[in-house]
């Protein structure tokens, strides 16, 4: 090895080299560099997420409307506690990364095995939390009307209170059945047959007296608008095409197809995040378990993927804000 | 650097769990506001946007402050470092949101007032 050093005569010296003028490793420098243009792309998504919103600032989804399930408390309308119980899982296994570090720095393998691998833990806990809010939001709970101008039309009884499609819809027969390959010579492709048909869900709507229509559009209390009985009948009549149960990337039972959109991008993207996070934690974990960092005579490793595991945190904290919360 | 942060040894797991602590409390009273909405923070217009939205954002970016500075170590950093990550972000960030929501209040303007018709 020393017959390939070149030396240059400037060691020591200013641009000699080997300087560390920010007293950071290479290493760690390079992952804030990481770090920060990763955070422009979040915040890219994030203001871009602002500017659809404010777009369509006065019929923009209410957050609390949509996120508002809890594991085992079915119809129970829990807004928020869900995903500030993930919020929690997520910091807390922020915490446990930074006492891994911490025992990294005083050598002390035992301990960070175990804070390590409460770490991932608290990934997987979260990434199956995100999962399953996902699942809520993809099959939906009570479905929509769709309009002629992209719009959805909820409704609700007497006391404001939403009522599904299901309960509302009365069967006609004689509709169109699903086309299928088997049953056509030239069956290319054909279009899914909602559960509930427009008609059927008409029909319904006129017999029971009591239904109101629900716009998107958002009153000055920040409450969506909810539509006489001849107001409702009107629009109903003469605006409805469709109906639309859940959320995905063309159209959202919750209102503009493009909070959806974006849902889908940033948690995901944070998702993907989370779930890279918890592979490279997995990989180290088994590193500090082999001894490499003993070794090694330094854990700074650890304070690496430590640093990227935050980051996943912090993001974590803006999504929650302006998904959730504002 | 690794040696650099070691000196302080029994402080630091106490510091975190400080943090923890207070990152714990902020989001228990982000949620609580959430959930109960406080009728004087909702009607309360500051520079155009809710009092509401205000606390949340000044809230978060309080959190965000703790978590970088106390969970990444930049505290123990050096001041060019900490200097090139925080002002760098922060400068362009804030630029960015700045012009993206501008565009998006202005093209709220059009759709409503404008001859663009975009419900039929």
Do not use: C
Request: net charge negative; hydrophobic share 50%.
């Amino acid at each position: 090895m020393e017959a390939t050093v070149v030396r240059t005569g400037t060691e020591g010296k200013t641009w000699g080299g080997g300087n560390e003028p920010l007293k950071a490793s290479y290493g760690k420098m390079m992952m804030w560099f990481f770090i920060l243009s990763d955070a422009l792309t979040f915040s890219g998504f994030l203001a871009a997420y602002g500017f659809s919103r404010f777009k369509f600032i006065d019929s923009w989804p209410i957050a609390d409307e949509v996120f508002n399930h809890f594991p085992f408390l079915h119809g129970v309308d829990a807004p928020m506690y869900y995903v500030a119980l993930m919020t929690f899982i997520l910091i807390f296994s922020s915490v446990t990364m930074v006492l891994a570090v911490d025992a990294g720095h005083h050598m002390k393998k035992g301990k960070v095995t175990t804070y390590m691998f409460l770490t991932i833990i608290g990934g997987l806990v979260f990434v199956g939390s995100q999962a399953w809010e996902w699942k809520n939001f993809i099959s939906g709970e009570y479905g929509a009307v769709t309009t002629k101008g992209g719009n959805v039309l909820q409704f609700v009884d007497g006391e404001g209170h939403r009522v599904g499609l299901a309960d509302i819809a009365v069967p006609i027969a004689g509709d169109r059945v699903e086309h299928e390959a088997n049953n056509g010579i030239w069956f290319d492709e054909g279009k899914d047959l909602p559960t509930y048909s427009l008609e059927e869900v008409k029909a319904g709507f006129i017999q029971n007296e009591d239904l109101l229509i629900r716009t998107q559009q958002l009153t000055e209390d920040g409450d969506k608008t909810i539509l006489s009985r001849e107001e409702s009948l009107l629009k109903l009549n003469n605006e409805a095409v469709g109906t639309v149960e859940g959320a995905n990337l063309v159209q959202n039972e919750y209102g503009s197809p493009l909070f959806a959109d974006f849902f889908f991008f940033i948690t995901g993207f944070h998702g993907f995040h989370v779930f890279s996070g918890v592979i490279i934690n997995i990989i180290i974990f088994f590193n500090v378990i082999i001894g490499t960092y003993e070794r090694r005579g330094s854990y700074e490793m650890v304070e690496k993927v430590g640093l990227y595991w935050h980051f996943v945190d912090l993001v974590w904290v803006f999504v929650f804000t302006f998904f959730y919360l504002v | 650097m690794a040696h650099d942060t070691t000196h302080q040894h029994g402080s630091a797991s106490k510091r975190i769990w400080t943090v923890f602590g207070i990152l714990s409390v902020v989001t228990i009273v982000e949620v609580i506001l959430g959930i109960i909405k406080p009728v004087f923070l909702t009607d309360t217009f500051l520079l155009g946007m809710r009092l509401l939205n205000w606390i949340f954002i000044i809230l978060t970016i309080y959190k965000a402050y703790y978590i970088a500075w106390a969970f990444m170590h930049l505290e123990h950093e050096t001041k060019g470092l900490r200097r090139a990550i925080v002002w760098t972000s922060i400068f362009l960030i804030s630029y960015l949101i700045f012009i993206l929501l501008t565009e998006g209040g202005y093209i709220y303007d059009v759709y409503k007032s404008g001859y663009v018709a975009w419900d039929f």
